[in-house]
């Protein structure tokens, strides 16, 4: 299973290469491939490393023509993508989600793809982050979210993006870094068990863009795949990815009632029943 894991890092990226550098440092990478600005190493576990030299991880969808071409990557279904965040109003957060467009590519992937979430890895993910921050005091100057689904790429494997935000001075602070470090091999020495839960799984439409879903998935309530927000008119398509796209296959779909118009209630309703899935109706 672990060979079909690969952990994406940038050095356009300042947050991103200062993780890079420090993973190198404790990890003993042999490289395989370099193609074009594009290094491919392999850690002792047979963890694949991808370090792109050119572009920022919202445009690695390149990915899935180099999976074709180069052997020693084409079994990778799993891409965790280490990246600053950025917000328009901006403070110190620790963030999770899962890549692709709802409507058109601004940043990014393919328009109306949405890359696959498992919503399983997603979640043990950002628990496990609390987890390590807590325990580092890092919570004090950083909150933690859970966003939704947004920017590229867009590919048909399963992206997840753990992300520090929001400015210069968190994307350089060598706490985050360490942090950041732990995490990846956390992820590396626990990856099946971070697939495995037993909470119900949903999809989620109508959401804000920061979830207000966090604190349920870090009690356990339940495990969080796609999120269509608010500020999404979501078409049918837009739907059905959020369904189709989200792993293990959701149980039901938590629906934001007042955030989203009677056209989306009535199309959310329907695609529900046809799938034959749950219905949560949240205020």
Known sequence: MIDKLLIAFSETDPFSKKVFEKFVQEKNLRKLAQIRNVEIYETSEGVKVLYDKNNDLPF?????????EVNQISTIEYVIC???H???N????LTVHTSGNWAKAE????????????????????RFLKKLAEERNI???YGISLEATHHGPS???FVTFVEVGSTMEEWLDEKCHKLFVDLVNYIIENFESLLQGSSKVYSVVGDLHYSTLVNHVLNNEYDVGHIVPKYVKPSRKNIVDSIERTFPRPDGVIIHWKSVDKETRELVTSIVTEFGLEL????
């Open 90 to 93: 901006p403070r110190p957060l």
């Open 86 to 88: 950025e917000m328009k």
């Open 82 to 84: 280490v990246s600053r």
């Open 155 to 157: 590919l048909d494997m």
């Open 60 to 68: 690695i969808d390149y990915l899935e023509e180099l999976r074709k």
């Open 107 to 126: 940043y990014g992937g393919i328009d109306e793809k949405v890359s696959k979430a498992n919503a399983r890895l997603n979640c043990n993910i950002l």
């Open 139 to 141: 919570l004090e100057k």
């Open 280 to 283: 949560i109706k949240r205020k």
